[in-house]
């Protein structure tokens, strides 16, 4: 096939080269954005007088036709095709003709897959986001759920304060509150266009940047060519906010596959997310949720690659930024699949109270509420961890529990050890005395739920917004 760009070149590509060079093979997941751009492109060429307004009407209806061809699989691609953009053109070519080299006037390759690349992160923040609100939601319905009943808290992975498991699920809830708001300044990030900068330089035809932004529902431009055709900096945001959203899915998983144990018993995972064993006929494994623990890696190895890859360039564009693209198509892919795995699998699973409950008799976790009994009757609190320390050196010893201890042997450890120190020996009572903002108390859980409730609904109209308007031009 003779190259569009091959004016200059008295031999032909060798076939290991243009097998190695082609990127058709994967960036063609950016052809409705590649035809969504053009059009816009050929719009505004008319719109300006460089093509003629006929002329720009019959490359906006070839596109169209193009677009309704490869999305009813009428025709594909070949590495002569080299990437999506001169797909895309020789299927144009043999829709209308010559005219269609008339498409690439005021155009570079450069700016054109930069744009291909932003509106392509622009919908996948969007889609990201929708996964991380219904995730989120699946944790509130959850804790709302089960709202009263208690389970060990943990440092160190040993047992430390019995929570509310509302509690517990609520502060994953944040995490995924959090992840979206960081997607938002994704979109931020995206939502810029770069056509128009050509190959770095800019253009010598009288273009309108600005119409284009505008059809394509861009709220900027790059105010300089060179960034705008050498930047990665936004694909890198969106890698950075899959990372530390896998990093919270692994988390969560890491609970989850310790929590279904027998060691722990603490929660049932439906069917559904669960499998067998091909030779142990009692097994019931976790699968789901250790494939997103060990799918975090690959999302840490696209942002990890991507600024590997950005270290050295020097402006502007450079082939290595061809690299940027499979590992974007494929962390966003991971993350968007884990983020909706999670929110079923969240959403279907429940909680034993009974292994909790038989959890938190072990482990002296009413131990700080006698050491803050003691600091509240005016012993220094360092002296009063002191005490109850020695008591629960005294009970492991003697294979007992803080609240078997008599009152004698209470009185003995201090003397403001009275008989209603007993009382703050609950766990219960313990977890309610925690109303400070942000704590474990059933009204303080309240609380964050209803803050948290408030600030959901406002990332979600924000989305449903950003969505309409995007989806309304594109």
Request: with cysteine; aromatic share 6%; glycine share 8%.
């Amino acid at each position: 096939m003779k190259k569009r760009w091959g004016g200059r070149f008295a031999g032909a590509t060798s076939v290991s080269s243009e097998h190695f060079l082609a990127s058709v093979q994967f960036d063609s997941a950016l052809v409705d954005y590649d035809i969504q751009g053009s059009i816009a492109h050929a719009q505004m060429l008319g719109v300006c007088g460089i093509i003629t307004q006929e002329e720009a009407a019959s490359l906006q209806v070839g596109l169209r036709e193009v677009h309704r061809r490869i999305a009813a699989g009428e025709c594909g691609f070949t590495a002569a095709d080299e990437d999506v953009h001169m797909w895309v053109e020789r299927l144009l070519s043999e829709q209308i003709g010559p005219l269609a080299g008339k498409l690439h006037t005021a155009r570079s390759r450069n700016d054109q897959v930069a744009l291909d690349t932003h509106l392509f992160v622009r919908e996948k923040v969007l889609v990201l986001m929708e996964g991380t609100i219904r995730l989120i939601r699946a944790l509130m319905e959850r804790a709302d759920t089960f709202c009263d009943i208690l389970l060990p808290g943990y440092t160190h992975l040993q047992r430390a304060q019995p929570v509310l498991w509302s509690h517990h699920l609520l502060a994953y809830a944040w995490m995924f509150e959090r992840d979206s708001r960081r997607l938002q300044g994704c979109f931020g990030s995206a939502n810029c266009s770069p056509l128009g900068a050509g190959a770095l330089a800019g253009t010598t035809f009288p273009i309108d940047r600005v119409l284009v932004s505008e059809t394509l529902s861009f709220d900027a431009l790059y105010e300089n060519s060179m960034d705008a055709v050498s930047d990665r900096d936004y694909l890198i945001d969106i890698l950075s906010a899959c990372a530390t959203i896998m990093m919270h899915l692994s988390r969560l998983s890491e609970e989850l596959v310790l929590w279904t144990s027998h060691e722990f018993g603490f929660v049932h995972l439906s069917d559904g997310f669960c499998t067998g064993s091909s030779i142990m006929p009692q097994k019931r494994n976790p699968d789901c949720a250790e494939l997103i623990r060990g799918k975090c890696g690959r999302v840490y190895g696209a942002l990890i690659s991507l600024l590997t890859t950005m270290k050295g360039l020097p402006l502007a564009y450079n082939k290595d930024l061809q690299e940027d693209k499979e590992c974007l198509f494929d962390a966003v892919r991971t993350t968007e699949q884990c983020l909706g795995i999670m929110g079923e699998m969240v959403a279907e699973m429940s909680p034993r109270a009974p292994a909790m409950e038989r959890a938190m008799e072990q482990g002296f976790l009413n131990a700080t509420e006698l050491a803050d009994f003691l600091a509240a009757r005016g012993l220094p609190f360092r002296d009063a961890h002191h005490v109850v320390g020695a008591l629960v050196l005294q009970c492991e010893r003697e294979g007992k529990r803080l609240e078997d201890l008599s009152d004698a042997e209470l009185l003995a450890a201090s003397p403001l050890l009275t008989s209603d120190a007993r009382s703050c020996l609950s766990y219960s009572r313990a977890v309610e005395r925690r109303t400070s903002r942000g704590g474990t108390a059933s009204t303080a859980v309240a609380e964050q739920r209803n803050r948290l409730e408030e600030r959901v609904d406002a990332i979600e109209r924000w989305w449903g917004d950003v969505r309409d308007r995007v989806s309304a031009k594109g």
